[in-house]
């Protein structure tokens, strides 16, 4: 199994500004992804991060709002651009087992913007 | 290319069964099943891969239709500790998973 520390926890942040979600695995991954979880909701597909090559994002996230660093294979950051209360919300990320059997998340950032 | 997922919310008795449904509109590599409690990260169940092939995991189990593109999760004798959000994840070969529209489950006494 995978650990993952993920942080902050939570934020409250003023809107306009931009908040960086910090990811660590215990382990080397070929990707890490990050989810978005608005209240109630099911978790959207942000993108996948991998190391050495520019993340690739799902429909309706961009890289200009969510930009994604991975400077090496245990570790990975989500900055949250320019913030509105839309963009309030829970952001995970997540990797794979070696054989991509089973998805491992980290606790969440739960983000609220003011 | 969001799996759906039915029915979208569930109550049921200690001791009742209950399946949960997952479709999806693109052709799938495999399927996952999670669990998710409030305020936690999402648990893996149990993963199934294209063939057909049914898994169990104690008294939960699951299906998978590949030429349907549908599986099912089925819970049976129903304990209080089930209770929560059951996500499908979809892949379609890209090595990314998507997750289906939840089924919120809810066991009482």
């Known amino acids: ?114 | 290319q969001q799996p759906v997922q039915s029915p979208q919310a569930v109550i049921l008795r200690e001791g009742e069964d209950a399946v949960i449904n997952c479709s999806s509109s693109k052709a799938l590599y495999s399927v996952h099943w999670y669990r998710q409690k409030h305020g936690e990260a999402p648990v893996f169940l149990m993963i199934l891969l294209k063939g057909g092939e049914q898994k169990g995991h104690e008294k939960i189990s699951a299906s998978f239709n590949e030429k349907k593109q549908q599986s099912s999760l089925y819970l049976t004798a129903s304990q209080l500790s089930y209770s929560g959000t059951y996500f499908c994840g979809t892949e379609t070969g890209a090595n990314n998973l998507f997750f289906g529209t939840g089924t919120r489950l809810t066991v009482i006494p």
Do not use: H
């Open chain 1, 1 to 114: 199994s995978a650990v993952i520390s993920q942080k902050p926890s939570r934020d409250i942040c003023q809107r306009g500004t931009s908040l960086t979600i910090q990811c660590q695995v215990d382990s080397q991954v070929t990707m890490m992804f990050w989810y978005r979880q608005q209240p109630g909701q099911s978790l959207t597909l942000i993108a996948t991060a991998n190391q050495g090559s520019e993340a690739t994002y799902e429909s309706g996230f961009v890289i200009d709002k969510f930009p994604i660093s991975r400077p090496n294979l245990t570790f990975s950051t989500l900055t949250v651009s320019n913030m509105s209360p839309e963009d309030s919300s829970i952001y995970l990320c997540s990797v794979f087992s070696p054989m991509n059997t089973e998805a491992f998340f980290g606790q969440g950032t739960r983000l609220t913007v003011v």
